[in-house]
């Protein structure tokens, strides 16, 4: 684990959820240090959920990520302060498929303790156990509106409901 991280209580964490996922952005990383990739989200959510901290994101399953989630029994969602959001852009822009996305960022990964994959550059982490994953439906859409708004190639997220196992974060 990098030494410049401190471990927080989530239940202590002061972030606005609604802005840090939503107007900032994070990184959706599953893998190991030797095989991961990671995307860009802004899509998400954190809560309370069977009695435990819970954080949900949403992956596309054309999503090269997609794949490491399905494989992966964890992934990790990175937040960075603002000066950092050129390497969002990119990661939400292009492929892992097609482009070294660490080489082309600079992103510095390393290991949790867990062994998941995390940034060097991030200023907090949430690292998730996988609980539950299904698939957004057409037909449970209550507001039919969403669907061709959000999916006009009817390419449905999966979603994932983590355990949040451990908060990480520099005290940025």
């Not at 900032?24 to 240090?33: E, H, R, S, V």
């Not at 492929?95 to 550059?121: A, H, M, W, Y």
């Not at 669907?147 to 979603?159: A, E, L, Q, V």
Request: glycine share 8%; proline share 3%.
């Amino acid at each position: 684990m990098n030494h410049n991280f401190t471990k927080l209580d989530p239940r202590k964490i002061n972030d606005n959820v609604f802005k840090a996922i939503g107007d900032d952005w994070m990184l959706i990383t599953a893998g190991t240090t030797g095989s991961f990739n990671t995307m860009t989200a802004s899509w998400g959510t954190m809560g309370i959920l069977w009695n435990l901290p819970i954080a949900v994101c949403f992956i596309r399953p054309q999503r090269y990520t997609y794949l490491f989630t399905e494989r992966s029994e964890y992934y990790t969602l990175s937040f960075f302060e603002s000066r950092h959001k050129d390497i969002l852009r990119f990661c939400g822009s292009k492929s892992g498929r097609d482009c070294d996305k660490i080489k082309q960022t600079g992103l510095r990964p390393f290991s949790t303790g867990l062994g998941n994959v995390s940034f060097e550059q991030a200023r907090l982490i949430f690292e998730c156990r996988k609980l539950y994953a299904d698939d957004l439906k057409p037909d449970h859409f209550i507001i039919k509106e969403l669907i061709n708004r959000n999916y006009p190639k009817k390419d449905f997220h999966r979603f994932y409901i983590g355990e949040v196992l451990n908060v990480f974060g520099t005290g940025e």
